[in-house]
Nanobody, 123 residues
Framework: QVQLVESGGGLVQAGGSLRLSCAAS????????MGWVRQAPGKGREFVAT????????WYTDSVKGRFTISRDNAKSMVFLQMNSLKPEDTAVYYC????????????????WGQGTQVTVSS
């Protein structure tokens, strides 16, 4: 089992920045690729960004490329999502996720989920 706890969400004005953190515990963190998934009000969940176990390979959904950066610290068992130039359409609950392969964007293949953290971007 892997337990994931997100933090860092909040209310920010459009154009602002937030940094989400996810602390992992349980099984060896570096065994897993990690990702961030979000769910906007009234919509389904979607992958935002993923990172492989070394941190050298990443993937981003088109709508956040150039604005969001995913990173990880295996020594501290943490993964981060730096979000810059935030837009109202980024408003969502953001979930931390652990999976086998960083290139996976099938939500059904996620092995562990965090409880989510709310990000609200005001216009």
């Amino acid at each position: 089992q892997v337990q994931l706890v997100e933090s860092g969400g909040g209310l920010v004005q459009a154009g602002g920045s937030l940094r989400l953190s996810c602390a992992a515990s349980g099984r060896t963190f570096s065994n897993y690729a990690m990702g961030w998934v979000r769910q906007a009000p009234g919509k389904g969940r979607e992958f935002v960004a993923t990172i492989n176990w070394t941190g050298k390979n990443t993937w981003y959904t088109d709508s956040v490329k150039g604005r969001f950066t995913i990173s990880r610290d295996n020594a501290k068992s943490m993964v981060f999502l730096q979000m810059n130039s935030l837009k109202p359409e980024d408003t969502a609950v953001y979930y931390c996720a652990a999976q086998e392969q960083y290139y996976n964007t099938d939500l059904r293949k996620i092995q562990y989920w965090g409880q989510g953290t709310q990000v609200t971007v005001s216009s």
